[in-house]
């Protein structure tokens, strides 16, 4: 299920970036471009894309039970 999680943030970073961009007119293609909404949800996408990866990657503490 780490897999999943990861590849989730990852396009989630990706696409978050890009419309994040987009919408402060950065990248001048597409209808997005120069829109404020689109930087908006390109910067939440942005930062749900890294708590994913970043709760998908740490480590777990084990409760390790004393053997017998």
Do not use: E
């Not at 597409?30 to 390109?42: D, E, L, P, R, V």
């Amino acid at each position: 299920m780490r897999i999943v999680w990861n590849i989730i943030g990852i396009i989630l970073v990706f696409f978050g970036g890009v419309w994040f961009l987009q919408g402060i007119n950065v990248i001048h293609q597409g209808f997005m471009a120069g829109q404020t909404k689109w930087a908006i949800y390109g910067g939440i996408a942005f930062v749900v894309g890294v708590i994913l990866l970043i709760a998908a990657n740490r480590k777990r503490q084990q409760t390790q039970q004393p053997a017998p």
